[in-house]
């Protein structure tokens, strides 16, 4: 089974994006990047920023494969107070909000030639009921129509929500008809909820990409694989009945204690699970 090595620049959150911590993703043998739409890190806001990583995208080997769609809309992480980019808010307003704020992410895509956005619903106390679906459905109806043009594709991620367990994203897309949305499968919060198999025995061949890191399900810690307590036999078992193969997503903590020089082999190695 060939499978697309992808590297979530989560890992370099607290440092401003630049050609040489993507360089450094092709080193380690990733062969595709997603970017984290978070403003300190991608300032998506900025054209001159876009077209600066635009520019630097096309002439190397190494792909744009998705976007991350913003969680805040300042350049603090909500540090300072800012509101979370939040689809599924009981008040109207901060749901447009949260559109138009995606919207602007999604623009990035004119320079920088990504095919894929993972999409969050919600936040951990959003609950599933009628209100949420019909949030759901209309953000990603709306999302869904503004990225088409752009060539991008959306991937719903499941969360830590009860909005966004397996069973309802499926019911989610399947009222909608939302057909073209993909899933993208976070195997540490699936851990953290109803199980790695249950997620992937759900989601089946939806999966377009995995967010692969480890924990040891009691908190969300964005750990390398092998460090938490998920069964990665297991996973890599059921990964490869996908098919298509979906996109393996290295989305580690940019906290985890490990020198610059040694995360190549971290990296490699993380990536050879699924050999």
Same mark, same amino acid.
């Given at each position: 089974?060939?499978?697309?090595?992808?590297?979530?620049?989560?890992?370099?959150?607290?440092?401003?994006? *630049?050609?040489?911590?993507?360089?450094?993703?092709?080193?380690?043998?990733?062969?595709?990047?997603?970017?984290?739409?978070?403003? &300190?890190?991608?300032?998506?806001?900025?054209?001159?920023?876009?077209?600066?990583?635009?520019?630097?995208?096309?002439?190397?080997?190494?792909?744009?494969?998705?976007?991350?769609?913003?969680?805040?809309?300042?350049?603090?992480?909500?540090?300072?107070?800012?509101?979370?980019?939040?689809?599924?808010?009981?008040?109207?307003?901060?749901?447009?909000?949260?559109?138009?704020?995606?919207?602007?992410?999604?623009?990035?895509?004119?320079?920088?030639?990504?095919?894929?956005?993972?999409? *969050?619903?919600?936040?951990?106390?959003?609950?599933?009921? &009628?209100?949420?679906?019909?949030?759901?459905?209309?953000?990603?109806? *709306?999302?869904?129509?503004?990225?088409?043009?752009?060539?991008?594709?959306? $991937?719903?991620?499941?969360?830590?929500?009860?909005?966004?367990?397996?069973?309802?994203?499926?019911?989610?897309?399947?009222?909608?008809? $939302?057909?073209?949305?993909?899933?993208?499968?976070?195997?540490?919060?699936? *851990?953290?909820?109803?199980?790695?198999?249950?997620?992937?025995?759900?989601?089946?061949?939806?999966?377009?990409?995995?967010?692969?890191?480890?924990?040891?399900?009691?908190?969300?810690?964005?750990?390398?694989?092998?460090?938490?307590?998920?069964?990665?036999?297991?996973?890599?078992?059921?990964?490869?009945?996908?098919?298509?193969?979906?996109?393996?997503?290295?989305?580690?903590?940019?906290?985890?204690?490990?020198?610059?020089?040694?995360?190549?082999?971290?990296?490699?190695?993380?990536?050879?699970?699924?050999?």
């Amino acid at each position: 089974m060939t499978i697309l090595r992808v590297l979530s620049t989560h890992l370099f959150l607290n440092h401003r994006l *630049h050609p040489g911590l993507l360089e450094l993703a092709g080193r380690a043998g990733a062969q595709a990047v997603e970017i984290f739409a978070a403003r &300190q890190h991608f300032d998506y806001r900025s054209r001159e920023t876009v077209r600066e990583l635009g520019a630097w995208f096309q002439s190397s080997e190494l792909k744009p494969f998705s976007m991350h769609a913003p969680l805040y809309p300042d350049l603090e992480m909500g540090r300072a107070g800012a509101p979370t980019v939040n689809l599924l808010h009981p008040e109207k307003a901060r749901r447009i909000d949260a559109m138009d704020e995606i919207k602007r992410a999604l623009e990035a895509a004119e320079y920088i030639p990504f095919t894929n956005l993972v999409v *969050h619903l919600g936040e951990r106390s959003d609950g599933w009921s &009628q209100h949420t679906l019909e949030f759901a459905l209309t953000a990603l109806e *709306h999302l869904g129509a503004f990225a088409r043009p752009l060539g991008v594709r959306l $991937l719903v991620e499941n969360l830590l929500n009860d909005a966004t367990t397996p069973e309802h994203l499926i019911q989610t897309l399947t009222l909608g008809h $939302l057909d073209q949305v993909g899933i993208c499968l976070d195997l540490g919060h699936a *851990h953290l909820t109803v199980g790695t198999t249950e997620a992937l025995t759900t989601f089946g061949n939806r999966v377009a990409s995995l967010h692969v890191h480890d924990n040891h399900a009691i908190r969300d810690e964005h750990l390398w694989p092998g460090e938490g307590s998920i069964d990665w036999p297991s996973v890599t078992q059921a990964v490869q009945k996908i098919e298509p193969a979906p996109a393996l997503v290295l989305e580690l903590s940019q906290h985890l204690p490990q020198q610059p020089s040694e995360l190549p082999a971290r990296i490699a190695q993380a990536f050879a699970l699924f050999d």
